[in-house]
């Protein structure tokens, strides 16, 4: 599928804020649901936030809601990960993903055709 490219990670004081971005490139951009996951270390890789197609649909995991906003540009190919009062808990390895006709739940359960090479993000206390 798409080629994917994170950028935007950093170090960032508790309660700051983020904004990471994914750069696609191929066709049917807009066809893509995509999404974001992320791994801190020890842990498994838990699901962050997903957006339909036309990103009139969103979901965030229920770390992230109300903190955490998702949008999407498909005239530009890119997907906008907005983090506002960040915690510590935050920090990980931010990677985002794609799957040409799926659903935003699709990729909430892991169904992900491309994955970028992840973007790091830490938050100091």
């Known amino acids: 599928q798409v080629q994917l490219v994170e950028s935007g990670g950093g170090l960032v004081q508790a309660g700051g804020s983020l904004r990471l971005s994914c750069a696609a490139s191929?066709?049917?951009?807009?066809?893509?649901?995509m999404g974001w996951f992320r791994q801190a270390p020890g842990k498994e890789r838990e699901f962050v936030a997903a957006i339909s197609w036309s990103g009139d649909s969103t979901l965030y995991a229920d770390s992230v809601l109300g903190r955490f906003t998702l949008s999407r540009d498909n005239a530009k190919n890119t997907l906008y990960l907005q983090m506002n009062s960040l915690k510590p808990e935050d920090t990980a390895v931010y990677y985002c993903?794609?799957?040409?006709?799926?659903?935003?739940?699709?990729?909430?359960?892991?169904?992900?055709?491309?994955w970028g090479q992840g973007t790091q993000v830490t938050v100091s206390s």
């Open positions: 191929g066709r049917t951009f807009s066809s893509y649901a």
């Open positions: 993903a794609a799957d040409r006709w799926a659903t935003a739940t699709m990729i909430r359960s892991g169904h992900v055709g491309s």
